[in-house]
């Protein structure tokens, strides 16, 4: 276990970084971080006036831009405007059991659909600018998660927000090990991982409603670290030097708090077979990463 801190960021001006959901929890911590060490911080919310407060008290250069991942128009529009290089894409946002099935604009179930198939789209439509990593969110649920090919948006079985929590958090360990592997066949330096941050007190879960959650609400009082102690992991994964397709979790309580360090994916995550129909599938719905990196790149 490593005994990192965020004050342990190397300098990173001249770097450009896009947070997205960096208008509070982890998200915001992230940001803050980043630009506090020199980068340019673009932070991607659905909430632009929220956002713009969130960015105006960060040190550093700071932007904000409208992204909503619950919209494929959105997405679209963001990564149509976007120039430059990006050193950093952190995919951050998500939505945590929300109390009753929600949808997105474009039909998905609303977990799956921002948490995976919205930062999918967002990857694939920038992955031309991307010169550094690609850090996603993921959670230890995921060991509970299912790939459920046959129903994937909950449009014929009950809905579960705990079960579709955990699949769209083992979609988004599933689509960072086959980028990866894309990556790598591509000759391309870029790499893709994914972080956990234990469980942390955000307002995602905090206002995350429904007796579901009373486990959440349980191992967020009695365990759970602060917004800027869950986000060493993702900075971590963001700046350590560590492979492509590394897992960061936090070292200590049943993965749950401490310092980050690599942590252990299952047999499931590091299929390739399922990897692949996964994004055949996510590309097909999104219509989006149907190329391969090596053709996507212009910096790879």
Not at 130 to 143: K, M, Q
Not at 163 to 190: C, D, I, N, W
Request: aromatic share 8%; charged share 20%.
């Amino acid at each position: 276990m490593s005994d990192f801190k965020g004050t342990d960021i190397r300098n990173l001006t001249g770097t450009t970084a896009i947070v997205t959901g960096a208008s509070d929890g982890i998200g915001l911590e992230t940001a803050r971080a980043l630009a506090a060490a020199g980068a340019r911080v673009v932070y991607a919310v659905r909430n632009v006036e929220k956002g713009g407060r969130a960015a105006a008290a960060a040190p550093g250069q700071t932007e904000v831009r409208e992204l909503d991942l619950a919209s494929l128009e959105s997405v679209r529009r963001f990564a149509r405007e976007w120039q430059g290089e990006i050193d950093l894409l952190i995919n951050n946002a998500g939505v945590v059991l929300p109390p009753k099935l929600a949808r997105t604009r474009d039909g998905f179930e609303m977990q799956f659909g921002v948490n995976h198939l919205g930062h999918f789209a967002l990857t694939s439509l920038l992955l031309e600018h991307i010169t550094g990593r690609i850090v996603s969110l993921s959670a230890n649920a995921y060991r509970f998660g299912k790939i459920d090919f046959d129903d994937l948006n909950w449009e014929h079985k009950k809905y579960n927000a705990n079960r579709a929590y955990a699949q769209s958090k083992l979609a988004v360990l599933l689509f960072t090990e086959e980028m990866q592997r894309r990556l790598t066949a591509a000759g391309s330096g870029v790499r893709a991982v994914a972080a956990h941050p234990g469980a942390a007190t955000t307002n995602a879960i905090t206002n995350s409603g429904g007796t579901e959650n009373l486990m959440f609400r349980f191992i967020n009082r009695f365990f759970a670290q602060t917004p800027a102690e869950g986000a060493l992991e993702t900075l971590y994964a963001a700046v350590a030097d560590i492979p492509g397709g590394t897992f960061v979790g936090p070292g200590g309580r049943m993965g749950l708090s401490g310092a980050p360090k690599a942590a252990k994916l299952n047999k499931t995550v590091l299929d390739p077979e399922l990897g692949r129909r996964l994004w055949d599938i996510s590309a097909e719905l999104t219509k989006t990463g149907r190329t391969s990196p090596a053709e996507e790149m212009r910096h790879g």
